[in-house]
């Protein structure tokens, strides 16, 4: 299994952006890199993925640098809520199974 | 709306009994897991199934089985509950094809 390294904590001002950076030096060509993140003692919840692409929806923008090796994950406008515990993920076709490193906690600062 | 529901959410039960947790998922998902995680660490996988029938050990599968009898559903037993197994457990589904995950609410069991 492809695996990630993540700085074990961050802080970041609210109304900053958070930058969450992601390594996973070892990723083959087909698989994804997935983003999840867990709120106190709630279930993961999904944020966004991408294979090569930068990609962007409601909640976050995703940057995968070309060679594959690194992502960073940004939140353009922080708030308290985004205070989490943040998951890099890399899977692929054929071995789907999700296994969780220990992730970046985010903490936001008012 | 499709949801992935986990039963109970909160147990205490002895030392030695057997104890099963449920998973239930409607959005007719091929891909389920089951995980635990405990106080300041990350979700370590137990046991996990890419649909009916199909079941796999993950990273902390001792003393811990599942069946896959039909899409819905994915039990976890704990055959012979031991204190090392008080614990948040949680499960989630995704569909097979590498679309994102869902997961319930987590069950904390307490084995005393």
């Known amino acids: 299994d492809a695996k990630t390294t993540q700085p074990p904590s961050m802080d970041c001002a609210e109304g900053r952006a958070a930058n969450l950076p992601c390594n996973h030096s070892?990723?083959?060509?087909?698989?994804?890199v997935y983003w999840y993140r867990q709120i106190h003692s709630q279930g993961p919840q999904y944020i966004i993925h991408?294979?090569?692409n930068n990609e962007t929806n409601e909640m976050a923008s995703l940057i995968i640098t070309e060679d594959r090796k690194s992502s960073t994950l940004i939140l353009p406008h922080a708030t308290l809520r985004d205070t989490a515990v943040y998951y890099c993920?890399?899977?692929?076709?054929?071995?789907?199974?999700?296994?969780f490193g220990t992730g970046t906690r985010l903490t936001i600062i008012p | 709306d499709a949801e992935i529901t986990q039963s109970p959410r909160h147990k205490i039960t002895e030392t030695g009994r057997q104890v099963t947790l449920a998973c239930h998922q409607t959005?007719?998902?091929?891909?389920m897991f089951w995980y635990r995680q405990d106080l300041g660490h990350g979700l370590r996988l137990i046991h996990y199934?890419?649909?009916?029938?199909?079941?796999n050990k993950g990273e902390v599968s001792d003393g811990y089985s599942v069946s896959r009898s039909n899409t819905e559903d994915l039990p976890l037993t704990l055959e012979s509950a031991a204190s090392s197994q008080t614990s948040v457990y949680f499960c989630?589904?995704?569909?097979?094809?590498?679309?994102?995950?869902?997961f319930g609410q987590g069950t904390r069991l307490t084995v005393v």
């Open positions: 989630a589904s995704s569909e097979t094809g590498m679309t994102e995950a869902f």
């Open positions: 070892t990723i083959s060509g087909n698989e994804y």
């Open positions: 991408g294979l090569k």
């Open positions: 993920i890399v899977y692929g076709f054929g071995n789907e199974k999700l296994t």
């Open positions: 959005w007719n998902h091929n891909n």
């Open positions: 199934s890419y649909g009916v029938q199909d079941t």
